[in-house]
């Protein structure tokens, strides 16, 4: 588990850390001192610590002019013991969404399972993002995760699955990946 990092070949556009409208900002960071753990594993220090016991996250670009940030997470999503989704809600996404920040690019290909809860924050984010002609698309999660979240009906809330679960999205600077994203989602919302 501490040898997963999140990307970090996007640093030369966007540091959460020196953004004073990031939720991290000012944040400090060691690349030798592990004290992240995800149960008893430790993680890579560079991932971000908002609250929850099992999900962590990293939010690698934002753009307040196009109003769109890209967030990779790893971990447990776990709604039903730990009630990630408030955790992420409240501290990353809400922090964002009063910064202009309406559509979500999340990439969960190091989320390892997903437990389910209830829908009222993704319904709650959902309304947010759809004041401001938003939206929220979740990029390269397991099949196994996708289920789950189909089966919790939790996609009536965000855009999974398909070409949003096949992107190469590593090989592309981050506007090109919101260009890419978004006509995806204009496509799939019909606007």
Request: charged share 25%; aromatic share 16%; with cysteine.
């Amino acid at each position: 588990m501490h040898q997963i990092e999140p990307h970090y070949n996007w640093r030369q556009y966007y540091i959460a850390e020196d953004d004073e409208r990031s939720p991290f900002y000012g944040r400090e960071y060691s690349e030798f001192e592990y004290s992240l753990a995800l149960y008893d594993h430790y993680i890579h220090p560079q991932w971000d610590d908002f609250g929850s016991a099992t999900l962590f996250a990293k939010i690698l670009f934002a753009d307040y002019d196009k109003g769109f940030a890209v967030i990779e997470v790893m971990g447990e999503w776990n709604d039903c013991l730990h009630n990630d989704i408030m955790f992420f809600k409240r501290e990353i996404a809400d922090p964002l969404l009063e910064e202009g920040i309406s559509r979500f690019i999340i990439i969960g290909e190091n989320v390892l399972n997903f437990h389910y809860s209830d829908d009222s924050y993704y319904e709650e984010w959902f309304d947010d993002v759809a004041d401001a002609d938003g939206w929220i698309a979740m990029l390269n999660f397991h099949d196994h995760v996708m289920e789950e979240i189909i089966r919790a009906n939790i996609d009536n809330y965000i855009l999974l699955g398909g070409s949003l679960n096949e992107m190469d999205w590593r090989t592309l600077k981050p506007s090109a990946l919101f260009k890419k994203v978004d006509a995806l989602a204009q496509k799939r919302l019909g606007a």
